[in-house]
C-alpha cells in the first residue's frame, strides 16, 4: 500500500513554490504605490491588496495512475486602489478615493421617485382629452 504523505508531498512542495512566489510579490511598493513629487506636494498612492492560492492533489483511481496525479494549483492577486497619503509641509494626510456607485445609486433613487409620482398626473391628463 502506498504512503498517504509520498502523495501528498507534490502537491505540498508546489503550494510551498507557489507561496514563495506570491511572498516576494507581497511588498510595501505593492500596497503603496511610487511616490510622485509636484510644486512642493509628495502623493503616494495606497492600494489594497488581496492574495489568495490554494491548490489540491489526489491518489490516482485508476489502475496505473500513479500518486500525484490530478494536481492542481491556482493564485490569485486584487490590488484595489483606496487613496492616497498627501505630504505637504512636514505633514501626512490619508485622502481616501470615494466610490461613485453610492452617490449614483441616490440620484437614480431620486429620479425613478420623481418619474413615478408624476405618472398619475400624466395619465389623469390623458384621460382628460
Not at 17 to 30: D, N, V
Not at 34 to 49: H, M, N, W
Request: proline share 6%.
Amino acid at each position: 500500500m502506498e504512503n498517504p504523505s509520498a502523495a501528498a508531498t507534490p502537491a505540498l512542495s508546489l503550494l510551498e513554490r507557489l507561496g514563495q512566489q506570491l511572498s516576494t510579490s507581497a511588498t510595501a511598493q505593492t500596497v503603496y504605490g511610487t511616490p510622485v513629487e509636484r510644486d512642493g506636494i509628495t502623493v503616494i498612492p495606497v492600494a489594497r491588496a488581496r492574495y489568495a492560492f490554494g491548490g489540491g492533489g489526489g491518489g490516482g483511481t485508476k489502475e496505473g495512475e500513479g500518486a500525484g496525479s490530478g494536481l492542481g494549483a491556482g493564485a490569485g492577486v486584487s490590488l484595489t486602489p483606496v487613496g492616497y497619503i498627501e505630504l505637504r509641509e512636514g505633514r501626512s494626510r490619508f485622502r481616501p478615493i470615494r466610490s461613485s456607485v453610492v452617490p449614483l445609486v441616490a440620484v437614480s433613487g431620486v429620479v425613478a421617485w420623481l418619474l413615478l409620482r408624476s405618472v398619475p398626473r400624466l395619465l389623469g391628463k390623458r384621460k382628460n382629452r
